[in-house]
């Protein structure tokens, strides 16, 4: 049976480098020396040993994987230079699961544990220091978390790898994450009305401070190269507070449009809701949502752009709005969609209005052979008008023409003549 309870840490296996098993782990089952060569077969029983820790994990048989990984264990004491390099991650990744999940385990027997596999090969430290960060975070450990993350990013061994380059990175941007956290915090302290003048005064400098920090160290970290989502949605969110507009839509502007970052939806989707939240003019609200469109033809904010376009004044505008419509209900997250089907129907009434009937029929063109099965079917039609009418009145109006079922006559009879009377098609 595993322990009730932990002591503090474990001690250090007398005359070893290496930690001992978590203090849950059963004592029963002997440890091979960790000292010599392995005697034969021992590879052969690590491998074996392995596979029942992870039939173990399977099954979610969490002190059985336990007191296998007592066994596996050994591995730390294999002279072989590959093996040394391997077990470490091996055993942290394996160890970590089975903490998590083990009914005797604590946030202190986890955090004793990722001490110590921090110091099994100085390589992994920053990786299992994120990781650390990652668990607590998980457990609502604000402070714990950033604490870890400040002592990961202070570390320094030799030359860091490629790999561990990337990790300091995100070691970084969560450790900055967590400081606008800190500041949103003093930010809702500093506006809480029950403060007298002195202590409102301390709370907003100490909120300034904050800001500070967070600012520049998001600066930084936003100019790398990347995908930054979250981490410039926490920079603009500073900058608005403190009515820095200008330097907030530059920002968006360059995370939308400067080609060291990757081609990124979000990004455009960020810029629009800022120029929209600010009242900026139609002519630069098209302009954004006309590179998303160029992006994602089928994104929710697809309607919004058609409706813009149809606003414009320009004639190239209104057929560009008649070709998003159409591209949206390409998608089959779009085909029930009442308020797209209805655009489609004002668009291609306004066309023809404006004797531009020719828009219509260029756009049907490409979409006439497979357009019908996928959105006017028999089967769909009948479903369809059970679930919503007005959907169908709006979507099936070729469908109806053609094919009504004799059963829905009296229903649809109005339809029909709404067809015959507006459609551009000729029905048969």
Known sequence: MAREAADDCPEETAGSTYPRVPVLLPKHLPLLGFHGRPKSGFHQSLSICLEYIQEALFQNQWQRAAEFMLIYFQILGDTTTREQQAAPEIFWRLGTEILFHHPKSSIEVFNCFADRMKNIGVKHFLQVSLEHAFHLLCQGMMEDAHRVLTVAESWRYGTKSA?????????????????????????????????????????????????????????????????????????????????????????????????????????????????????????NLIQVLKVLYNLVPSHELMLEFAELLQQSNKEEHHKLALQVIFSVLDFSGWRKNKKAWNCLAKQMKQAIKCRHRD????????????????????????????????????????????????????????VKKLVKKHSFVKPR
């Not at 979000?266 to 810029?271: E, P």
């Not at 009418?389 to 229903?411: I, R, S």
């Open 359 to 414: 828009w219509v029929q260029e756009e049907w063109k490409s979409r006439k052979d497979w357009w019908p099965a996928f959105h006017f079917s028999h089967f769909l039609a009948r479903k369809d008008w059970q679930k919503s009418e007005k959907l169908a009145c709006c979507k099936y109006f070729t469908y109806v023409v053609h094919q009504g079922p004799k059963a829905q006559k009296k229903k649809l009879k109005t």
């Open 163 to 283: 790999a561990q380059e990337k990790v300091m990175k995100l070691i970084q941007t969560y450790r900055v994450l967590l400081d606008h956290h800190t500041w949103l915090e003093k930010r809702a302290a500093a506006e809480n009305d029950d403060q007298d003048y002195f202590a409102e005064s301390s709370s907003s400098l100490d909120t300034h401070s904050h800001f500070q920090q967070a600012k520049i160290a998001l600066h930084e970290i936003i100019q790398l190269p990347g995908v930054w989502d979250p981490f410039v949605r926490s920079y603009v969110d500073l900058l608005e507070y403190y009515s820095h507009h200008d330097e907030a839509e530059e920002l968006l502007r360059t995370y939308a449009y400067d080609s060291k970052y990757p081609s990124n939806p979000n990004a455009h989707v960020y810029l629009y809701k800022f120029l929209k939240k600010n009242h900026k003019t139609s002519e």
